[in-house]
């Protein structure tokens, strides 16, 4: 398996995984290209599947929260992280919550944890209003 998998064959849910075992060239190139599906003008969710990360470097994390404080997310409608312990999803939830009440901004996209790939892609599409996977939307 690739170190970051990006499938975007069900656009516009994009499902990504990551290993954890990613350097800061790889979050670079992987950073590049989320920009090119805002680039695209459409509204879009992510699904991150997180359940085989264990860790990530510092400096690959730090590379993560900056571009995600600081990109042009107008397009994201939401994202999905999928973990499969339930410390971890407390423990992201709790991250996610402090980091939106400290920088004091409104969150720019929703965002949950989830315990499966069909809960996070079925709330995806919800966010996305969409009706039946492969339909167009409402």
Known sequence: MAIVDIDENRWPIVIITLSGKESCKDIKDFLSKLESFQSRDEEFCFVLDLREMHRLAPEARDMLFGWLKNAD??????????????????YLSTVLWFARSLSHQKVRFRHKTMESLNEAYEWSRSCLHLEKPGNHRV
């Not at 997310?73 to 410390?87: D, Q, R, Y």
Request: charged residues 10%; proline residues 6%.
């Open 73 to 90: 997310l107008h397009e994201l409608a939401g994202t999905a992280l999928v973990v499969s312990s339930p410390i971890m999803r407390l």
